[in-house]
């Protein structure tokens, strides 16, 4: 089972940067793809973003495709979101997650990081 721990959310204001990493551990997880996802008050999760561990393969929800820039560091075994350009709308609580990227669900999941924009 990968283990997922999410840190580096916090406050910022409209237009600024934030780049919350994921540490990702866990038994041949370099054969899973790895995503973020998000979830504001009253609404259902979102998906964010994924990549593909082994080969930096990315796939971007419109709603943030040219805002936000997912990436892995496989030396640090840890994942990122860099977001840029935020909006009040992207107030969240932001979730990693990871899945054998031969299936479609996302099997383990990190406990969730506070992002709160401010206009």
């Known amino acids: 089972q990968v283990q997922l721990v999410e840190s580096g959310g916090g406050l910022v204001q409209a237009g600024g940067p934030l780049r919350p990493p994921c540490a990702v551990s866990?038994?041949?997880?370099?054969?899973?793809?790895m995503g973020w996802f998000r979830q504001a008050p009253g609404k259902e999760r979102e998906f964010v973003a994924r990549?593909?561990?082994?080969?930096?393969?990315?796939i971007y929800a419109d709603s943030v495709k040219g805002r936000f820039t997912i990436s892995r560091d496989t030396a640090k075994s840890t994942m990122y979101l860099q977001m840029d350009s935020l909006k009040p709308e992207d107030t969240a609580v932001y979730y990693c997650a990871a899945r054998p990227t031969a299936i479609i669900t996302f099997t383990s999941w990190g406990q969730g990081t506070q992002v709160t924009v401010s206009s």
């Open positions: 866990g038994p041949t997880f370099g054969t899973y793809t």
């Open positions: 990549i593909i561990w082994s080969s930096g393969f990315t």
